[in-house]
């Protein structure tokens, strides 16, 4: 089976102190336990490392990219994807719709035929995906 991972639970990872590290730890271990094929997209990994720097500096950032990024496969953004990516954000105007990283992610899952999200975010049960963690 293959899950896919959102940056809230990437960050609720990386993060020792983040109110659901350790609910996401056990996921993450259950995972990688089961040896499930984890997925997640470039645009996933580039707003995580940009969270995470921010936040907590480039130590945290180098210890999510020795821990945990290379149990993960990354789905680079082909131009078609990133467009109904776009599509899909601009298609819900203001600020409380999906972000494009979000509508990035559920392209991924939809033509990976993927069952479940590791995330914490709440537009991915929106999206009725079966969200875990």
């Known amino acids: 089976m293959t899950t896919y991972v959102d940056t809230s639970a990437f960050i609720a990872l990386a993060h020792h102190d983040d109110i659901m590290n350790v609910r996401a730890s056990k996921m993450w271990a259950d995972l990688v336990e089961r ?8 645009y996933v990994v580039i707003e995580t490392i940009a969270l995470l720097h921010r936040r907590f500096g480039t130590h945290t950032v180098e210890q999510f990219l020795s821990d945990i990024m ?3 496969q990354i789905v680079w953004a082909e131009v078609p994807m990133h467009m109904a990516a776009v599509t899909a954000m601009l298609a819900h105007p203001g600020k409380s719709g999906p972000s494009l990283v979000d509508c990035m992610s559920f ?6 035929r993927i069952e479940d999200a590791f995330a914490y975010d709440p537009h991915f049960a929106g999206r009725g995906f079966n969200v875990i963690g």
Not at 35 to 42: A, D, G, N, Q
Not at 107 to 112: A, C, D, N, Q, Y
């Open 35 to 42: 040896r499930e094929v984890v997925v997640t997209s470039l």
């Open 70 to 72: 290379p149990l993960v």
């Open 107 to 112: 392209e991924v899952i939809r033509k990976r």
